[in-house]
């Protein structure tokens, strides 16, 4: 569960904008890729991935959530390791892989997402 008080132009803040100009920062698609688990049954997940350490404190590369919501799955994996592209496979048993689909977002350790709408 999560929360957000404040969204724009705030400290980590969703949306930041200047007089026309306005950029999604990575709060945003944070909120934005989890939101498809609000009121989902959790399914738990298998995740095998390296370890990306900074200083003496270490943390599994790769994170994942996977929900079950109206008769739709959703599978949402987090690359923490901003030296190291993830490259991702999932096998979900029972499910042809014609009716998998997917997005990724590429970030690329960006401050902020670069596109400016």
Same mark, same amino acid.
């Given at each position: 569960m999560a929360n957000i008080a404040q969204t724009i132009n705030v400290l980590q803040a969703m949306i930041l904008t200047d007089k026309e100009k306005m950029i999604l920062t990575p709060t945003y698609h944070v909120f934005e890729m989890y939101k498809v688990?609000?009121?989902?049954? %959790?399914?738990?997940?298998? %995740?095998?991935a390296p370890e990306y350490a900074f200083g003496q404190a270490a943390?599994?590369? %790769?994170h994942a959530s996977h929900r079950a919501i109206r008769r739709q799955l959703h599978l949402s994996v987090v690359n923490l390791d901003p030296n190291r592209p993830a490259r991702v496979s999932a096998r979900i048993a029972g499910m042809p892989a014609g009716k998998i689909t997917g997005r990724v977002t590429d970030r690329a350790g960006d401050e902020?997402?670069?596109?400016?709408r």
């Open positions: 688990h609000q009121g989902a049954a %959790l399914i738990p997940v298998e %995740l095998s943390v599994p590369s %790769l902020h997402d670069q596109h400016v």
